[in-house]
């Protein structure tokens, strides 16, 4: 029986489930870069090298295995322009029984290939994606009755399942479940950040530089100072490099920003977790080793695993429980378009300048940034939802509608009701000031709130709080902030509000 089977753009592993049972002497592997799948959102530059120099080099260790392997190479000229384009090219020249692949990330391509027996006339076997610790059923089951989902629960039964961090009576190491009480320390430059983990382009990568340069040119950021590993054997050493020089720190530091630092204490390494490159068991398991060597503190190697086997398989959880209708939601009813300096980093508002200019270069900003400073302002200008969604899909090398969409709208957004985020994680410039020093370099003032060089997050924050009474005035979490709010004498607020609004008039000059 020979199968073809589809390894797609962020499944490269042998250990994909598609290649189970698979026979080098009867299957082709087929693998395309493709004008469809490289522009359905303005991805990044270094999203796009990244990924098709990956993509090259596991094709090439594949067919050195000794895989029979059909590899499409972008060009805008292509004859097949479509992964569905390509595949049906190559039924009709290898006449395979059926296709073979694994579930692929995201809704609008698996609603494709769902309907390729139909479309292509050749059965299609979909597997389960086994890179992740929970299945679709498997946290349907445990979703199941609950009104609301937290994701702290749902990690206690990660940690149970994999052992991960748990002694010998089935208890969480150290005592505690959860040690975020201690990751929340501003950062003031010591101990220094490690310099981040860097590969010079090979000259695979060199020649996709120049294929995106050329043919990709209008998308979003820069190929310059592309640094990013593109084989599981470089994306391992980033992985040690991460281990040995940042993680003791990751937990004291996670919510830290800072105006000179783009890494601080972060992997980076959901780029390669999230298209294969790393297995994010093993991930987990090198960290908790560093934990049991007396490497790095409980607190840093807690909250780095809880990140991967907690929220990461959260999302993706509530991802495929509510798709396709979960993209759609706008529960808090917003309407406005996304500021333009969200692609140029054009604005006075340092923290927004810093990580739009961070995200700009290096196809990454840390967590922080994206949830408490270009998330929060998008939150508290009332941005629609689907406008910010498609932002954050572009603009991140890691970015992958399953994992960006319900952090934005879920998380950052709260476009979703609440149903992933108890409350929304919205703040005002003092939250960035607490947690950054971006505040004492910028134009506008954190310690003012309605003069005309007062930090617009102030009042913004006010106004968002004031506009969703309905929204949030009984949630138990924010009952202290409409206190606060309905303390403030009334001239106080209608200055508030007046200053958010020609905030908000203006805010392409921001
Ligand atoms: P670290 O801070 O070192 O964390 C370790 C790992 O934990 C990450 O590599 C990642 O695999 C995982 N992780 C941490 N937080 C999350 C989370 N909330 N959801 C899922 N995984 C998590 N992550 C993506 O992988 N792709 C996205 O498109 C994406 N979009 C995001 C959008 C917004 C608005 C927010 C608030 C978060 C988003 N995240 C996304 C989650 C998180 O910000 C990134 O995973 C993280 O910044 C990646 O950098 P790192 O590898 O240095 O992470
Ligand atoms: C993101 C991406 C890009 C830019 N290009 C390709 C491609 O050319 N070929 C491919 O197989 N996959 C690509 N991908 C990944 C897919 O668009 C999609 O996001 C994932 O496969 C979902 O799991």
Redesign the pocket.
């Known amino acids: 029986m020979a199968n073809l089977i589809l390894i797609l753009g962020d499944q490269l592993t042998p250990v994909i489930s598609a290649l189970d049972d698979a026979d080098k002497s009867s299957d082709r592997i087929v693998m395309a870069e493709v004008h469809d799948e490289a522009s359905y959102t303005n991805h990044h530059k270094k999203k796009l090298v990244l990924l098709f120099s990956a993509m090259r080099h596991f094709a090439q260790r594949l067919q050195d295995d000794g895989w029979d392997l059909h590899y499409q190479r972008y060009h805008p000229d292509n004859k097949h322009q479509s992964l569905e384009a390509v595949i049906a090219d190559q039924v009709h020249a290898f006449k395979p029984e059926r296709i073979v692949t694994t579930e692929c990330g995201e809704w609008r391509l698996h609603a494709q290939i769902s309907e390729w027996h139909k479309t292509l006339g050749v059965p299609v076997e979909i597997r389960p994606d086994s890179r992740f610790v929970a299945s679709k059923q498997e946290f349907a089951d445990w979703a199941e009755g609950r009104k609301q989902l937290r994701m702290e629960f749902f990690y206690r039964e990660m940690r149970r399942k994999t052992g991960l961090l748990m002694d010998a009576d089935g208890k969480p190491e150290g005592g505690e479940w959860n040690y975020d009480a201690d990751n929340r320390r501003k950062w003031t430059g010591k101990p220094a950040a490690p310099a981040p983990f860097r590969i010079e382009p090979d000259a695979t990568t060199r020649a996709v530089i120049e294929l995106v340069d050329e043919h990709l040119s209008d998308h979003f950021g820069t190929t310059e100072d592309f640094h990013f590993a593109v084989t599981a054997e470089d994306a391992e050493q980033a992985l040690a490099h991460?281990i040995d020089f940042?993680l003791p720190c990751?937990g004291d530091f996670?919510d830290a920003m800072s105006d000179d630092e783009d890494?601080l204490?972060?992997?980076?390494?959901?780029?390669y977790?999230?298209c294969g490159l790393l297995d994010?068991l093993a991930?987990c398991e090198e960290a908790a080793q560093a934990w049991y060597r007396g490497q790095a503190p409980i607190n840093a190697v807690e909250g780095?695993i809880r990140?991967?086997i907690g929220?990461?398989e959260?999302?993706?959880g509530i991802y495929w429980l509510h798709m396709p209708d979960y993209a759609r939601e706008n529960r808090l009813g917003n309407t406005r378009e996304l500021p333009w300096f969200y692609w140029t980093g054009d604005t006075r508002m340092r923290c927004m300048h810093k990580a739009i200019d961070a995200t700009r270069r290096n196809a990454?900003?840390?967590?922080i940034?994206?949830?408490m400073v270009?998330?929060n302002f998008a939150l508290l200008a009332g941005v629609k939802p689907e406008d910010i969604c498609d932002w954050?899909?572009a603009v991140?090398a890691?970015?992958?509608d399953w994992?960006?969409l319900?952090?934005?709208l879920g998380?950052?957004m709260h476009a979703d009701g609440g149903y992933l985020g108890s409350k929304p994680?919205a703040a005002s410039g003092k939250y960035i000031q607490r947690m950054s020093d971006h505040c004492s370099n910028c134009h506008y003032k954190v310690n003012k709130s309605t003069e005309d060089d007062a930090c617009p997050f102030n009042a913004l924050y006010w106004h968002f709080i004031d506009r969703h009474r309905d929204d949030f005035a009984k949630n138990p979490r924010m009952g202290m902030m409409y206190r606060n709010w309905d303390k403030q004498k009334p001239e106080r607020k209608e200055a508030l509000l007046q200053r958010a609004e020609q905030l908000l008039i203006n805010i392409e000059q921001l």
């Open positions: 991460f940042a990751f996670q890494w204490f972060h992997s980076i390494l959901s780029p977790i999230n994010p991930v780095f990140q991967i929220w990461r959260f999302v993706r990454y900003a840390h967590h940034q994206r949830l270009t998330g954050y899909l991140y890691d970015a992958y994992v960006e319900p952090n934005v998380m950052v994680y």
